[in-house]
């Protein structure tokens, strides 16, 4: 099986992490545990069945430190203007969408200078079908996010929206995860961690038989290149680390991009130099010598 067929926004990439919780509590029995492992989960803006040309409008790098028990989230901003393998010019959240996601881990392999293991991708109607099976999640809101989702979402019966922690369902969980009418695209990706973070080290725990029909039920809510063994023992690790929290970086990082114009649109045109070195730095690599920026 090639990597197109095997078997977002995150507001979609929360959900990634949902199934693997769901995934590795079934999987305790593959080996895993030492090192740094990067993978990319994707968010596509499609409603549906998962099919492949969406534009990849969540990217996010989550870095697997099983040494220093973290957890790094990286977020790639979707407008960042980047050189595709053909020699042009476009937007990040382009390339899966005229290309497909193994073009898209390889232009991210080449942004970053990292090797990435494999990707996850989930689109819009995958989020709610995950967040629900799960149980829905707890999440501490704002007044202001509280009024938003009242006004986008409604309520359900037994759990109102108000400032604090609140439980919402998959519904809620994606228009929270895709707001930035709030803020920004900065915030969006804040919503985003936030939610990853309470579906990895909530309250809520699934036992082995449940993770098990999950997997069974789910298993068309999500694409990835990882084979059953690479994504059971990925899963497994993110499980070893319920407890370390997340640590969260952005490309572009502060300082180092400027706004530009690409075909009439508005693209974020970044040092990547600089931040490449920043974010070897934040995962505590060093840089090789000739990556350096001068």
Known sequence: MNRRKKAALI???AAAVALALAAGAAAWWFFGGSGMTHYLLMGTDQWGPLAEGGRSDVMILCTLDMD?????????????????????????????????EAELVQVVEGLLGLPIEGYVSVNFSSVVEIV???G????????QEASYLKRVEGEYDGHPL???????????????????????????????????DALLNGEKRIGLGEATRLMGALSGSYRTDLSAAELASAARNVLRLRGAGFEKFT???????????????????????KNREQLWAFLGLELPEASQTE
């Open 11 to 13: 507001a979609l990439i």
């Open 162 to 196: 108000h400032e604090g922690a609140c439980d919402l369902n998959g519904a809620q969980a994606l228009a929270y995860m895709r707001c930035r009418q709030l803020d920004s695209d900065f915030g969006r990706t804040d919503r985003q961690a936030k939610v990853m």
């Open 251 to 273: 490309i572009p990082a502060q300082g180092t991009y400027r706004y530009g114009e690409l075909r009439g649109g508005s693209v974020l045109v970044a040092n990547m130099d």
């Open 132 to 134: 629900d099976a799960l």
């Open 136 to 143: 829905g999640v707890t999440v501490e809101l704002t007044a």
């Open 68 to 100: 220093a028990r973290r957890v790094a989230l990286t977020s790639l901003a979707r407008d960042l203007q980047v050189t595709l393998p053909s020699g042009g010019e476009n937007r990040l959240n382009t390339v899966a969408h005229f290309g497909d």
